[in-house]
């Protein structure tokens, strides 16, 4: 089958991978749309040491299992539910786990892809392809909400305006917070104007210690530090960027100001489909191409340059 392969010499895309075997509660997806994700270019640039099909957002139709014919998404940690932290409630954070195209498991930048099936969820009839590829990332985004308890006149700064900064600001908005999105590219951030957030341009505004809550949204180490300008004291910082660089960085003002860092990751799908079948997300402005499976090595660039938000891979183009 095709599949675009994070290999030693790097990038790849292949005709002659061979096609999924299922293990015992797997199902196998054709897939129809796959998203690149801040992740995927992490880990091209070592991130993890992850080595396989690369891929991990995406919309497929079941070929097998109870969905069968049905478009599917997705939840990317495959747990082993018998440990101690699955049985606690925590499966996304099992140390059994494989993670689709980030580790140990083969992505979905390919043909087909096996996946538990107790992973998957149907596509509301009201939530297109395209639109559909967003539960993963959106998920993330909602995750903030499962973490951080909220006042409805809480001031959140959003730093970053990329992908995932685009869909945070937006699932915060809805909770009544007054949001404002700190970014380096006027044309992303008009996006976001268009959807009623306020934004800045971060070489014209000096941060000032305003906010409740800051969620690092820049994929770029100097994001911690940043979001600590932002903070008053005793607010909250949400990290929300994986990085294969490390940080440094003094943590006294963490001390000082009584800050709280919450990491955060993968979220829950439920919330994230319900808002883009109620249209309570808008999703379309962020698709900057669509490419075919094939042209994955330029979809990568596309996806890598500054004015780029999601790039869609058609796979069953
Ligand atoms: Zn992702
Ligand atoms: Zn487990």
């Not at 293990?23 to 801040?38: F, K, M, S, T």
């Not at 980030?102 to 509301?124: Q, T, Y």
């Not at 210690?209 to 530090?225: I, N, Q």
């Amino acid at each position: 089958m095709r599949a675009v392969v994070l290999e030693k010499s790097g990038l790849v895309f292949r005709t002659d991978y061979p096609e999924p075997t299922l293990c015992e509660g797997e199902v196998l997806v054709r897939v129809l749309r796959a998203g690149i994700c801040e992740t995927d270019l992490q880990l091209i640039r070592g991130y993890l040491g992850f080595r396989g099909v690369l891929g991990h957002e995406f919309v497929g139709v079941a070929e097998t299992g109870r969905w069968k014919g049905r478009r599917v998404v997705c939840e990317i940690n495959c747990s082993c539910h018998r440990c101690s932290t699955c049985q606690s409630g925590l499966p996304n954070h099992c140390p059994n786990r494989t993670v689709l195209g980030i580790v140990n498991r083969d992505g979905c930048f390919a043909d087909l892809v096996a996946v538990p099936e107790r992973n998957l969820h149907a596509v509301p009839e009201e939530v297109s392809t395209d639109e559909a590829v967003f539960a993963e990332p959106l998920a993330a985004a909602f995750e903030i909400l499962a973490q951080v308890s909220f006042h409805p006149k809480d001031r959140v700064v959003v730093l970053g305006d990329g992908r995932l900064g685009h869909l945070c600001a937006q699932v915060l908005k809805q909770t009544g917070a007054d949001v404002l999105v700190v970014g380096k590219h006027a044309e992303k951030l008009k996006l976001l104007e268009q959807e009623a957030i306020a934004t800045g341009l971060a070489d014209q505004l000096s941060p000032s210690r305003v906010a409740d809550l800051v969620v690092d949204c820049t994929g770029s180490p100097s994001g911690l530090e940043q979001g600590l300008k932002w903070l008053k004291p005793r607010g909250t910082l949400v990290l929300k960027t994986t990085l294969a660089a490390s940080h440094t960085l003094s943590l006294a003002p963490v001390v000082i100001d009584e800050i709280t860092i919450v990491g955060s990751r993968c979220g829950p799908f439920r919330p994230a489909l319900d808002a883009l079948a109620e249209k309570r997300v808008n999703v379309r402005p962020l698709i900057s191409a669509v490419l075919p499976l094939e042209q994955a090595l330029e979809a990568f660039q596309h996806a890598q340059s500054s004015t780029a938000l999601k790039v869609l891979l058609a796979v069953d183009e």
